[in-house]
């Protein structure tokens, strides 16, 4: 079992590794699309600025957690499409017919698909975070958390998007599912959790999980709570074994387009 566990992680940094690869084959694309993506993570901080100039606090936020919180944000997003670009189109190959590829290899169906691609521009996003992490106060407790955050981040967003996509295999058109709940929480990532209240709070906890993939992160860092660093962990693993279980149960009702083709 832990072999086998080691085996898959090798293989899906092995495929990060050549997916970063090719990308680098045009190392000007490479490194403009990674430039203007923390150029343009950088441009949403300057409307901050103008609603702080204004106002000392929002929702209990200063200028500076704020930016903490687009640090986070930002490496939650990048690390998730960093390893698991192919979980924001899960609904698209299970539609279209297009798994048929990964059934063949000798892996583990759900990890080679999610991490079958990389989104190069999302380096920029977990540079952003780390600039942002820079500006808020680095200690070394910070940058400790900060990391272990943006990792459970990157993988309750990928989970979360994988199960909303897994739902394919049984309802036609859930890829607007997928887009429409996960653009929701990364635009609710980037709000301070505390002007959300009721209703909104318990779903954004629940049904969406920003809060505990971006909004307890957040807090922890600030305010250090073990129980919290505690359920962040728990919360991750299991929403992990969800993503699992629901994509393997819907796989056995899965058809293949017949599609011929490899995948190098």
């Known amino acids: ?54 106002k000392e606090e929002i929702g209990g936020y200063t200028i500076k957690e704020v930016i903490l919180l687009w640090g986070i944000a930002a490496s939650v997003f990048g ?9 924001f189109e899960l609904s698209d190959l299970i ?3 297009k798994l048929d590829t990964f059934l063949v290899q000798p892996k583990n169906v759900f990890l080679s698909v999610i991490t079958s691609d990389t989104n190069i521009s999302a380096i920029g996003d977990l540079i ?28 309750i967003l990928a989970a979360f998007v994988s199960i909303i996509g897994s739902i394919s295999f049984w309802i ?25 209240k009721n209703a909104i709070r318990v779903i954004l906890y ?3 999980p920003v809060g505990i993939a971006n909004y307890m992160p957040v807090d922890t860092i600030i305010n250090f709570s073990f129980m919290n660093f505690v359920y962040i962990i728990a919360f991750t693993i299991a929403i992990v074994i969800l993503a699992f279980y629901i994509f ?13 083709s490899s995948r190098i």
């Open 206 to 208: 629940t049904v969406i």
């Open 95 to 97: 539609i279209n017919g």
């Open 172 to 196: 036609v058109k859930g890829d607007i599912l997928v887009d429409t709940l996960s653009n929701m929480m990364v635009s609710f990532a980037t709000y301070p959790g505390t002007i959300f």
């Open 128 to 155: 952003y975070g780390y600039i942002c992490l820079f500006l808020y106060g680095i200690t070394i407790k910070n940058f400790i958390l900060f990391t272990i955050f943006t990792i459970t981040g990157g993988i």
């Open 1 to 54: 079992m832990l072999m086998e566990a080691k085996n898959q992680i090798k293989v899906m940094f092995l495929s990060l590794k050549y997916n970063i690869m090719k990308q680098m084959t045009n190392k000007v694309t490479f490194i403009t699309n990674i430039v203007f993506m923390i150029l343009n993570n950088a441009s949403f901080i300057i409307q901050w600025l103008i609603l702080f100039s204004l």
């Open 79 to 87: 690390i998730s499409h960093i390893l698991f670009n192919k979980a």
């Open 248 to 260: 393997n149960t819907g796989l056995k009702r899965y058809s293949s387009s017949n599609l011929m």
